[in-house]
């Protein structure tokens, strides 16, 4: 046909081709699959009430091409799969894979056209076939109209890991054949993984079975309205549970109360057996009930070997020291099904190793022991011991009331805590190239402890002793300052008079006297040495006499008035006079000082003393003169009359205060001229 006489050719041929590719992609618009409506690509059915889907799908985040025929909720926005038939044989192309009806089957056509997944059916059925998706989520193959079908096969008797409202879980008395609910081998992989529920018929209660042959939990008999391990049952306010036993087949079966609501009941790929219930409100899954349902560890083997297993941390699952995940893929995906391996091969029986060191033990305390233990007659934990390490099948031993030893693969390991006193120590073999250094032993890590803590007690205790000290220095310091000011300012004082006389400043005039500086306590104290017993010359009964050093070297006498003395100020200021007048003027010389001193200087010292010190000024000898008697030029000196005492006065003040001095704060101040 020539499309240049036909315009409309074009369009008709683009028309056919979107027609075809949304017949390829959309849904076929039923629940039924016939002989003459196969289901390929993105086509789905659906159940009559909308409930349920069934289509090619792709599990979890996967970025494999693999797809497989499956059932899942069409009212949950969250995809869950409910049903899947080719679990362990996976399609890479859904475009050129097949569902279709074939010699009495439901059959499933890979990519290649060859069959891997079919109803399995041996009977030959006269009629037509249809599969229909019904509202329950049970995919059924029928023989026969809608009005009186035969029932061929259905999904309900070939569950994989959800049990629906409906559906029996049975034990078939007369084949003695269980229906089995099979966990998923990981979030991504359908495939069968290790953890299935099945009926015991002799018991009337259900078990989960690890790799199907080891029971880890068993639901208890069924006592007429529940099973006895699962009192979450009695609330059948959502649920209605039933048991039925008879010649045929014994079988446990619930409905839902509400029909609106949307349940499922599933082995979890956690080795649990869980029922959720949909939650619009918040779009998730909300949890019912789950066995085992105190602690994930006790799922048998959840670590796989090698594998600890604690329930204080997360994830649950760790591997054994030195040893790593057989996959770190599966172990990302939840799946510690494959467990650990070894980091490094143990020297014993391994010829190739070139080091030759003999392998070793890993100390484990507080360990709930592995499964399958051996026992061996020994009589001594060294002896246990060295039966392992001698044989090259041990992997690990235990020493308590008898020696356990284990060969082959660790399983159900568990990490206790300290609290639980269930458990054991277990020494695991290990290359020695991995211990270099011999693990410590718990009297060694005793010691260790209290050598760290005495450690850390001495540690802060010299840098307190250091800020301490630190902090004494600088007061010593300071204190040591402030001597040196107020030595300063003594020292200012003392040579000022010293350099007015050098300098010939000082005018002597009659009846006018110079006013000298006074000294304040602390000064004194810092010539004194802090009035130290070592500068103490002796002790009078006013109190003792120090001597003292002023900043230019010059050395002096103190007197200090003592607390516990009986006599009083007065008495204190008018002593020396009082020995001038009674002629003992050598009581006030250091006994010291008798054998070295000359009498006749010691007595005219204190007479140009007195002298310096009269009441009226006039009396008072000029310094020209002091100097003079002191040189000798006098031989003759005037008797002193009654010397003059004033209190003390601030010399950093221009104005006196009259406020009480105490007595350690009186000192001698005079006018002279």
Known sequence: MDYKKNPSLPIMLSFLFICLSLNNHLSLGAETISANQPLSGDQTISSNGGNFE???????????????????????????????????????????????????????????????????LSSTSSGPLEAVLQDDGNFVLREGSANSPKLLWQSFDNPTDTWFPGAKMAYNNRTKQNMRLISWKNSEDPAPGLFALELQQNT????????????????????????????????????????????NESYFTYSVAHTSTISRFFMNISGQIQQQSWLESTKQWNLFWSQPRTTQCEVYAFCGPFGVCNQQSMPFCNCLKYFQPTSDKSWNLSDFSAGCARKTSLQCGNDTLA?????????????????????????????????????????????????????????????????????????????????????????????????????????????????????????????????????????????????????????????????????????????????????????????????????????????????????????????????????????????????TCIADQFVKCLNIGLLCVQSNPSDRPTMSIVIKMLDGETVNLPAPKRPAFVIGRDQSSSTSSNKPKSINEVTNSLEAR
């Open 204 to 247: 009337n209660s259900y078990i989960i079975l690890w790799n199907k042959s080891v029971p880890y939990w068993s639901s208890g008999p069924w006592n007429g309205k529940i099973f006895s391990s699962v009192p979450e049952m009695i609330a059948n306010y959502i649920y209605n549970f039933s048991y039925v036993s008879n010649e």
């Open 355 to 595: 080091n030759g060191k003999r392998d070793k033990f890993w100390e484990m305390p507080n360990m709930k022991l592995p499964d399958h233990p051996q026992t061996v007659a020994v009589g001594s934990s060294s002896e246990c011991e060295s039966t392992c390490l001698n044989n090259c099948s041990c992997i690990a031993y235990a020493y308590g009331d008898h020696c356990s030893i284990w060969i082959g693969e660790l399983l159900n390991l568990q990490q206790l805590t300290s609290a639980d006193t269930n458990g054991g120590t277990l020494y695991l073999k290990l290359a020695a190239s991995e211990l270099s250094v011999s693990p410590p032993s718990k009297k060694r890590m005793t010691l260790l402890l209290i050598f760290g803590i005495t450690s850390v007690i001495v540690l802060c205790a010299s840098i307190s002793m250091c800020i301490w000290q630190r902090k004494m220095s600088k007061r010593k310091e300071n204190r040591q300052i402030n001597k040196r000011n107020q030595a300063h300012r003594m020292f200012h004082s003392e040579s000022h008079v010293q350099e007015l006389i050098d300098l010939g400043e000082l005018k002597e005039e009659d009846e006018k006297g110079l006013d000298l500086p006074s000294y304040d306590l602390e000064s004194i104290r810092v010539a004194t040495g802090i009035f130290s017993d070592e500068n103490k010359l002796g002790q009078g009964g006013y109190g003792p006499v120090y001597k003292g050093k002023l900043p230019s070297g010059q050395e002096i006498a103190v007197k200090r008035l003592s607390r516990v003395s009986g006599q009083g100020l007065k008495e204190f200021k008018n002593e020396a006079w009082g020995l001038w007048t009674d002629n003992m003027l050598m009581d006030l010389m250091d006994e010291t000082l008798r054998d």
């Open 54 to 120: 069934l289509g090619f799908f792709t599990p979890g985040n996967s970025s494999r091409s693999n797809y497989y025929i499956g059932i899942w909720f069409k009212k949950v926005s969250l995809r869950t799969i409910v049903w899947v038939a080719n679990r362990e044989t996976p399609v890479s192309d859904r475009i050129s894979s097949v569902l279709r009806i074939s010699d009495g089957n439901l059959v499933l056509f890979n990519e290649s056209q060859i069959p891997i997944w079919s109803t399995n």
